[in-house]
Nanobody, 120 residues
């Protein structure tokens, strides 16, 4: 079985930084695109950034220049470095990945979510 385990959320003042991590654990054959989504209170879940296995990344306009997504393929881990945080970035952040387990088929997996709160 495959799980995505997130860490790194918390409370930070506006202008501060946080780094989120998400590790894919289990019997894994391959991982394709990894991504971060976020969901504010009462809002839909929106894409923040994604990165493919070759390192090509894509960002939502609202975070360009402030957030950086990266991954360590040897550790099956994706990171989200968040700088210049604003109260509008407050949300639950979810990790997402396309994973092929050993002996299994490709599937989309989600982390449990980690709360990021930015105070003004």
């Amino acid at each position: 079985q495959v799980h995505l385990v997130e860490s790194g959320g918390g409370l930070v003042q506006a202008g501060g930084s946080l780094r989120l991590s998400c590790a894919a654990v289990g019997s894994i054959f391959s991982i394709d695109t990894m991504a971060w989504y976020r969901q504010g209170s009462g809002d839909q879940r929106d894409l923040v950034a994604n990165i493919n296995s070759s390192g090509w990344s894509n960002y939502a306009d609202s975070v360009k220049g402030r957030f950086t997504i990266s991954r360590d393929n040897a550790k099956n881990t994706v990171y989200l470095q968040m700088n210049s945080l604003d109260p509008s970035d407050t949300a639950v952040y979810y990790c997402n990945a396309g994973v092929r387990p050993r002996g299994g088929s490709w599937g989309i997996y989600w982390g449990q979510g980690t709360q990021v709160t930015v105070s003004s």
